[in-house]
């Protein structure tokens, strides 16, 4: 498992994170991805996502950190940290973008621990 922090007081944590589609496929994109507890889907470049055998299955319009609000395509993928498997919806991000994860966090059973800005494994699903 690979879990890093950046940052002082306020840190930024990061999980190595493996992202395919869903089935037999053995393409995949892994990278670090900043855990993101204020958004709703996660991201990543939208080549990487295609490289990875993801195709957009829909657009959704999202609200930006500035408060402006972008369209961006989504697809649905198998999503891999932690030593868990999950799955679910994921932005086709601009190119460049810092990848980030979020809704799969809960699904996977895991949690951020806000006194020590780390990842922790919950010893079992909420249902």
Do not use: C
């Amino acid at each position: 498992m690979e879990v890093q922090k950046r940052g002082g007081r306020v840190g930024f944590v990061h999980v190595r994170v493996s992202i395919k589609a869903p089935g037999p496929s053995q393409d995949r994109y892994d990278a670090m991805f900043l855990v993101d507890t204020g958004a709703i889907d996660s991201m990543a470049p939208a080549s990487e996502l295609r490289r990875a055998g993801i195709h957009p299955v829909g657009r959704k319009t999202y609200e930006l950190a500035d408060g402006s609000r972008q369209e961006y395509a989504f697809g649905l993928a198998q999503i891999e940290f932690m030593d868990e498997i999950t799955a679910g919806r994921v932005i086709f991000g601009p190119e460049g973008a810092e990848p980030f994860l979020v809704t799969a966090l809960e699904a996977a059973g895991v949690t951020i621990d806000p006194t020590t800005q780390t990842l922790k494994k919950l010893p079992a699903v909420r249902l």
